[in-house]
Nanobody, 116 residues
Framework: QGQLVESGGGLVQPGGSLRLSCVVP????????MGWYRQAPGKQRELVAG???????IYADSVKGRFTISRDNAKTTVYLGMNSLKSEDTAVYYC??????????WGQGTQVTVSS
């Protein structure tokens, strides 16, 4: 069982928006750079967005300009805002340390399905 708890996924039409949340234990949050990963059926898990403790962010080319990662230090939570969703964004989304995820941090993820 992972230590990170993701939520906020769901079914959305193309062009729609969702906001994912990941609650991180404080003992982890304060020390690690965090990221959102996704895994689509039949594909490898990939990093889609990362955020450093100083606020620096990175994005996969496929989501640049559409997704926004942020972190709330008081709530030890990492967010992923997703706009202009496409069918190819359909995947299970996870949060973990980035760029090197930690095996026992993987949670159950949250399913995002983009379909009309």
């Amino acid at each position: 069982q992972g230590q990170l708890v993701e939520s906020g996924g769901g079914l959305v039409q193309p062009g729609g928006s969702l906001r994912l949340s990941c609650v991180v234990p404080a003992s982890i949050f304060r020390f690690y750079e965090m990221g959102w990963y996704r895994q689509a059926p039949g594909k490898q898990r990939e990093l889609v967005a990362g955020i450093w403790r100083d606020g620096k962010t990175i994005y996969a080319d496929s989501v640049k300009g559409r997704f926004t990662i942020s972190r709330d230090n008081a709530k030890t939570t990492v967010y992923l805002g997703m706009n202009s969703l496409k069918s190819e964004d359909t995947a299970v989304y996870y949060c973990n340390r980035q760029p090197d995820p930690i095996l026992n941090f993987w949670g159950q993820g949250t399913q995002v399905t983009v379909s009309s």
